[in-house]
């Protein structure tokens, strides 16, 4: 093989060395005592009994990306049915977001400063207790929300198998912050006061973003 045949060679392969490099596994374990069904974009879905895991392997640079639990789910063999919480549009393999109220492990890998960005929201309302956190490259500070937020949600807040985020239900720029200028309320106070690292509203930045190096591996837990 010739100098030239190398460079080629080596050519082709450093974009991928740079992604296995960078790419991210996300290990998604099911602790509840009752079967959940993850939904991620990217990644489809999964039926988790009770002790279950999948591992789901994400491209570096990918952002917009989550992973949830969906609750009382019932599908077909080709994959088609329904959730009472987190629905995909009655899909298996989730596509796009699930509907709320559903606990949210939301992610953005190798950006700013060669940074991962992870969080959990509860600005889709809550459903599964959930923990998010890096287990590997030294990075340590991880995520947790396992309050009892179903069984203390206000009236005002309840849904079959959840507990919706005031948004979901109001629909005004108050709770939702569409013009950009909002602040707490105390239906976020709740969420906050029960899961302080979480986002509880839209603009809840400063206290519930979280960062590692790319190239970090991570850990979601439904009922830690």
């Known amino acids: 093989m010739n100098f030239s045949t190398v460079s080629t060679c080596l050519l082709f392969l450093l974009p991928f060395l740079f992604y296995c490099a960078n790419a991210a596994v996300f290990d998604i374990r099911n602790n509840c005592p009752y079967t959940v069904w993850a939904g991620a974009v990217p990644g489809g879905g999964r039926q988790l009994n009770p002790g279950q895991t999948w591992s789901l392997n994400v491209a570096a640079g990918t952002t917009g990306a989550r992973i949830w639990p969906r609750t009382n789910c019932n599908f077909d063999g080709s994959g088609r049915g329904r959730c009472q919480t987190g629905d995909c549009n009655g ?7 699930g509907t709320p109220p559903n606990t949210l492990a939301e992610y953005a890998l190798n950006q700013f400063s060669n940074l991962d960005f992870f969080d959990i929201s509860l600005v889709d309302g809550f459903n599964v207790p959930m923990e998010f956190s890096p287990n590997s490259g030294g990075c340590t500070r991880g995520i947790r929300c396992t309050a009892d937020i179903n069984g203390q949600c206000p009236n005002e807040l309840r849904a079959p198998g959840g507990c919706n985020n005031p948004c979901t239900v109001f629909k005004t720029d108050q709770y939702c912050c569409n013009s950009g200028n909002c602040g707490p309320t105390n239906f976020s106070r709740f969420f906050k ?32």
């Open 91 to 97: 899909l298996l393999q989730c596509q796009n977001y």
């Open 193 to 224: 006061d029960r899961c302080p690292d979480a986002y509880s509203y839209p603009k809840d930045d400063q206290t519930s973003t979280f960062t590692c190096p790319a190239g970090t591996n991570y850990r979601v837990v439904f009922c830690p």
